[in-house]
């Protein structure tokens, strides 16, 4: 298992798990003020940063999946080689916490949300929400997410990650009949700010 910072963990059996992915030339750590916000709202969840699972080809951080010489082309082929070790990786996390997939989130940002976003098109499913922020898919979804809702978070300034991508995956997970809903930030550029938490954890709750 890779590298994990444990941001929560209740003295009971956790009654949800939240599973944050961070961006590419990012760690762990990156993510755990997005998931103590989540801690906070959530106090009998477990909330775990995770890292990614290979060393950033940029020479710093972690990466998810290569991106080095990166094409719309080749983009579909290295997110789904990491699928079967990103599925492990959810899966060993549930069974060690004791929580179902139903009960459990998948946060991710930049990055880590294009790898979320794949794992919906994949069986079994393993989340019952999922909020990816400044994200997209790396090849336009086929199936619905069966259980799971997925919850698009984007600044419609951002330069790395179009908000484009995010509005495509909406209108194309409606059409299949997925439960999907996108708020978009104006003026922000790639990142996660406070409005943007507080949206994901409005989503959250209801």
């Known amino acids: 298992m890779p590298f994990s910072i444990v941001i929560q963990k209740p003295a009971d ?3 949800q798990l939240f599973l944050l992915f961070h961006g590419v030339g990012a760690s762990a750590q990156d993510m755990v003020p997005v998931g103590e916000q989540f801690a906070a709202q959530f106090p009998a969840s477990m909330v775990v940063s ?3 699972f290979q060393a950033c080809d940029f020479g710093q951080g972690r990466q998810w999946f290569s991106v080095a010489g990166i094409t719309e082309e080749n983009r579909p082929a290295r997110v789904a080689a990491v699928m079967p070790a990103f599925q492990a990786l959810i899966q060993q996390l ?4 004791g929580v179902s ?4 989130t998948l946060i991710g940002f930049s990055q880590g949300a294009i790898v979320a976003l794949e ?10 929400h999922l909020i990816a922020f400044s994200g997209r898919f790396a ?11 997925v919850h ?4 419609d300034r951002d330069a790395v990650i179009s908000v484009e991508y995010s509005r495509q995956a909406a209108q194309q997970l409606h059409a299949l009949g997925a439960k999907v809903s996108l708020d978009i930030e104006p003026g922000m550029s790639h990142g ?4 943007m938490i507080s949206m994901a954890l409005d989503q959250s709750r209801a």
């Open 50 to 52: 995770l890292e990614g």
């Open 192 to 195: 996660i700010n406070a409005r």
């Open 94 to 97: 549930q069974k060690t916490s």
């Open 152 to 155: 698009l978070i984007h600044g």
């Open 13 to 15: 059996p956790p009654q």
């Open 139 to 149: 090849s336009a979804p086929s199936i619905a997410p069966d259980g799971t809702a």
């Open 119 to 128: 794992a919906t098109q994949c069986i079994p499913v393993l989340a019952g």
């Open 101 to 104: 997939a139903e009960r459990t």
